[in-house]
């Protein structure tokens, strides 16, 4: 599965931006979806995961803010940022794993990851 997140850039806080990720190879339907993201000098953060089943789970810091999506049909998940905050700049991968059933906030648990997108949010 390849994918390729797109829809990242320049925003003011406060502002939104959705981003996109579309995969190729293979359908969607049955595999988890989901968004990592790494700031400068930090750790790789979980921010949101869309289970086959239809369960959503997101991290601490975007809960209420972030919200998930997918079109299976499409081969596409995104996820929409809302009330952005200098902290949530840093660049933003889509994942993705053949998975039915719980999703996991663990880096290692993600099979496939996308090249990242750049968020940069100006205070």
């Known amino acids: 599965v390849q994918l390729q997140a797109s829809g990242g850039g320049l925003v003011q806080a406060g502002g939104s931006l959705r981003l996109s990720c579309a995969a190729s190879g293979r359908a969607l339907s049955n595999y988890a979806v989901g968004w990592f993201r790494r700031a400068p000098g930090k750790e790789r953060e979980f921010v949101a995961a869309?289970?086959?089943?239809?369960?959503?789970t997101y991290g601490r810091s975007v809960k209420g803010r972030f919200t998930i999506s997918r079109d299976n049909a499409k081969s596409t998940v995104y996820l929409q940022m809302n009330s952005l905050t200098h902290g949530d700049t840093a660049v933003y991968y889509c994942?993705?794993?053949?998975?039915?059933?719980?999703?996991?906030?663990?880096?290692?648990?993600?099979?496939?990851w996308g090249p990242g997108t750049q968020v940069t949010v100006s205070s």
């Open positions: 994942v993705t794993k053949y998975a039915v059933g719980p999703t996991s906030t663990t880096a290692a648990w993600w099979a496939y």
């Open positions: 869309f289970g086959s089943t239809g369960m959503t």
